[in-house]
């Protein structure tokens, strides 16, 4: 897909790179000056290479009856790197949850393609490679907080043998489901059912529930849309503590421009009819970015930057 004509904005921070419609490694954006199609970065011996990225490559993807078939998705091209933490903003519609369902191998690609880590997606899901979190937390209502978490390493044991032996596999085993919870201030609420506790403890139990099998990537689809502004904020200090601490990758959607910002390496801003990616922003905010440790002005900087993309892009952003 042809990069899309985005003028610089008014006001940009210091090193942000142009505009780029795949986002890559940053060993490869600094050693390319003409930076270059993930399939043009990767040769077939390069397997290592394909074992530590996450590549979305020409997909598209259409829903309906043939006659009045519907371009949800336009020849998308994403690259990440393990361990990054990458947020995708756009509008409503613009194909943000079909392109993680796609990743997650919940649904296949109409041309085009998707690697976890040199595995198939629905090969890597079947293994427990990828974590899934939905806007709700999914907490089963009558088991107890620890039981909820205890749960995906319970179910299905010789998936965790299979996912073993994948050589995309990096995680050496589980999280202490107990530890997770005590972390994440859920400690005294072990025994509780579902019903007892407030949204935001509940969509800590999903974050330690996704962490405790210790997936490759994990998938969040706006899981703290719901949250009030205090609590959403602690909720993401405490999701950027887990990352730092496990060296997961995230792809991570979300409409608040804010929230993308402070947590992500990079930014993917998406445009609709049909979905594409119109820029990807990369964050170049050192890191813990938690409890006001980065100046402020730095982040509102990006943020300008990432809601001038969105307006370019036929946006309104919040
Ligand atoms: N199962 C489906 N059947 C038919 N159309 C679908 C299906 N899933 C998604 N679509 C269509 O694909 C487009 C993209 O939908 P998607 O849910 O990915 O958007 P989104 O960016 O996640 O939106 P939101 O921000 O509202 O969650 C929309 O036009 C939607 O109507
Ligand atoms: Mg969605």
């Excluded at 040199?118 to 939905?134: C, D, L, N, Y």
């Excluded at 997770?180 to 201030?185: F, I, M, P, V």
Aim: overall charge neutral.
């Amino acid at each position: 897909m042809a990069a899309p004509d985005i003028a610089a904005p008014a006001v940009a921070p210091p090193n942000i790179a142009a505009p780029d419609v795949a986002f890559r490694p940053p060993t490869a954006r600094k050693t390319s000056e003409t930076p270059q199609p993930y399939s043009r970065m990767v040769t077939e011996s390069d397997t290592e290479g394909q074992n530590s990225r996450l590549v979305v490559s020409g997909a598209s993807k259409s829903y309906g009856r043939p006659g009045a078939r519907r371009e949800a998705l336009a020849n998308v091209d994403f690259t990440m790197d393990r361990g990054q933490f990458v947020s995708i903003i756009g509008p409503s519609g613009c194909g943000k949850s079909t392109l993680l369902r796609l990743m997650a191998g919940l649904e296949h690609p109409d041309t085009g393609s998707v690697s976890i880590f040199g595995t198939p997606p629905a090969e890597a899901s079947a293994v427990k490679m990828i974590g899934f979190m939905p806007q709700v937390p999914a907490l089963l209502p009558w088991l107890t907080v620890i039981d909820n978490v205890k749960i995906p390493s319970k179910v299905n044991r010789r998936a965790d043998a299979r996912r073993r032996l994948q050589p995309g596999h990096l995680h050496p085993g589980e999280g202490d489901p107990v530890a997770l919870l005590t972390e994440l201030g859920l400690g005294d609420s072990l025994r509780a059912l579902p019903h007892e506790l407030s949204g935001g403890m509940q969509q800590r139990v999903a974050i330690a529930r996704a962490f405790a099998t210790q997936a490759d990537v994990l998938l969040m689809d706006e899981p703290f849309s719901a949250l009030d502004e205090f609590t959403r904020e602690a909720t993401q200090d405490q999701l950027l503590k887990l990352w730092e601490k496990f060296v997961t990758t995230v792809v991570f959607v979300t409409h608040s421009v804010s929230e993308a910002v402070v947590l992500s390496d990079a930014v993917v801003v998406m445009s609709p009819r049909p979905g594409h990616i119109a820029a990807v922003v990369p964050i170049d905010v050192p890191r813990p970015r938690r409890n006001g440790l980065v100046e402020a002005k730095v982040l509102h900087d990006y943020e300008d930057l990432i809601r001038s993309k969105l307006q370019l892009a036929g946006v309104n952003p919040r």
